[in-house]
C-alpha cells in the first residue's frame, strides 16, 4: 500500500470511530429542517440524517444517527464535519464530485485536485474500486441530498 492509500485508509478508520455529527437528532425537526432515512439492505447499514438550512442558503447542521460498517459510518462523518457551515450550492458541487468519484471505479486516483475538491472526503477514492461498497459511501450523501433539499424548498 502506498503512502497515500494508508492516509486514505486512516482517514476512514478515524472517521468511523470519531463519527463527527452523530447521535445529535434529540429535537424534533424545526423550520427549515428535514430529515431522512436512508437504508442499505446488502449491508444493514442504517442512516437518519437531519439538515438546518438558514435562510441565506446556508447549511446551518448536518447531524445523524446511524448504524453500519466502517465505510458509511465515516462518509457521514467526513460529510457532517466537512459540510456543515457551507451553502446549499456548495454541497451540490461536492455532491456531485462524490457521487462522480464513486462512480469511476478507481479510475480518479486521490492527489491535490481531489482533495481540493472534496477535502477528507477523497479518502473514499480507494472505495470507488469495490461496487459493493460504494452504496456504503453513497448512503449518507443520499440522506443529506434529500435532506437540505427539503430543508431548502
Known amino acids: 500500500m502506498n503512502p497515500l492509500e494508508q492516509l486514505y485508509q486512516d482517514i476512514i478508520l478515524d472517521h468511523s ?7 445529535a437528532l434529540e429535537t424534533e425537526a424545526g423550520e427549515r429542517e428535514a430529515q431522512s432515512h436512508q437504508h ?9 440524517l437531519r439538515a438546518r ?3 441565506d442558503g446556508t447549511i446551518e447542521a448536518l447531524a445523524w444517527k446511524g448504524d ?3 465505510i458509511s459510518m465515516a462518509s457521514a462523518s467526513v460529510l457532517s ?12 458541487e461536492a455532491n456531485e464530485a462524490f457521487h462522480e468519484l464513486m ?7 486521490g492527489g491535490e485536485e481531489l482533495e ?17 461498497r460504494v452504496k456504503c ?16 424548498a
Do not use: M, Y
Open 103 to 109: 462512480r469511476s471505479r478507481g479510475k480518479i486516483q
Open 137 to 152: 459511501a453513497l448512503l449518507s450523501w443520499e440522506a443529506a441530498r434529500d435532506a437540505i433539499g427539503r430543508a431548502s
Open 17 to 23: 470511530k470519531r463519527r463527527i455529527g452523530a447521535d
Open 68 to 70: 453500519g460498517c466502517s
Open 116 to 132: 481540493e475538491r472534496l477535502g477528507d472526503a477523497a479518502a473514499f477514492a480507494g472505495v470507488s474500486k469495490f461496487p459493493a
Open 53 to 55: 438550512v438558514a435562510a
Open 40 to 48: 442499505n439492505p446488502l449491508c444493514g447499514d442504517d442512516i437518519t
Open 81 to 92: 464535519e466537512s459540510l456543515t457551515g457551507h451553502s446549499v450550492a456548495e454541497f451540490d
